[in-house]
């Protein structure tokens, strides 16, 4: 089954301890993203990846970091968790396709609801 | 740079109506529009989209959504509602032509089918 796994599903922290929520997709998609979702902000592009080795700012990466060593894990790390980050965190993926992938819809995973105190 | 306005937060609606979400976009050329829905504790599914053809694209669920080029508009409608189509709705939008940016998404539309 194809399918986007994210872990934890459920995280409460303490600021300042560095965590990482782990993704994985199963489909060989070249394209990964992580994305935030605040209640009444919709959703929000943290970091993406088009690619192995390529990572590229989203709209709101302060205070995150990824990686994308192999093409079917995108780790979001926080280096300095903050009670700001208290937020439904989402991990994506898609083909790159003939045209990119723009074409593309994206798989979602589950979700990580972190809270951080 | 491409936008996508959900006017409404929540839209309540009887079942067995018809039900209507509304989308506005705004990018430079050519719109590709999606649709996504998420039930409670679960992520975004994938509903419908349009790329081209037909201004009447059918999805999942028996949803459907018209585009309007003159009216930059991608509305969701289904003509039945059902209680279980209760759900936070999200519009998104890409324009093809500006490389490899990523989908942008509206803010979500509370639906809320009551029986």
């Known amino acids: 089954e194809a399918q986007v796994t994210q872990n934890p599903r459920y995280l409460i922290t303490v600021t300042g301890k560095k965590l990482t929520v782990t993704c994985s997709q199963n489909?060989?998609?070249?394209?990964m993203s992580w994305y935030r979702q605040d209640p009444g902000l919709g959703l929000r592009q943290i970091y993406y990846?088009?690619?192995?080795?390529?990572?590229d700012k989203g709209d709101v990466p302060e205070g995150y970091k990824v990686s994308r060593k192999e093409k079917r894990n995108f780790p979001l790390i926080l280096e300095s968790p903050s009670p700001n980050q208290t937020s439904l965190y989402f991990c994506?993926?898609?083909?790159?396709?003939?045209?990119?992938?723009?074409?593309?819809?994206?798989?979602f995973g589950s979700g990580t609801r972190l809270t951080v105190v | 740079a491409q936008s996508v306005a959900q006017p409404e937060d929540q839209v309540n609606v009887a079942e067995g109506n018809p039900l209507t979400v509304k989308c506005t976009y705004s990018?430079?050329?050519?719109?590709?529009l999606f649709w996504y829905v998420q039930y409670p504790n679960r992520g975004l599914q994938f509903l419908l989209k349009?790329?081209?053809?037909?201004?009447l694209v059918k999805g999942s669920y028996g949803f459907e959504a018209e585009f309007n080029k003159s009216q930059t508009s991608f509305h969701l409608k289904k003509p039945s509602a059902l209680v279980s189509d209760s759900a936070l709705y999200f519009c998104?939008?890409?324009?093809?032509?500006?490389?490899?940016?990523?989908?942008?998404f509206g803010k979500g539309t509370r639906l809320s089918v009551i029986a």
């Open positions: 489909m060989n998609h070249e394209y």
């Open positions: 349009y790329i081209t053809g037909d201004n």
């Open positions: 990846s088009m690619n192995v080795e390529v990572t």
């Open positions: 998104a939008v890409r324009d093809p032509n500006s490389g490899n940016t990523p989908l942008v």
């Open positions: 994506a993926c898609s083909p790159r396709g003939s045209l990119g992938g723009a074409n593309y819809g994206y798989t």
């Open positions: 990018v430079s050329g050519n719109p590709y």
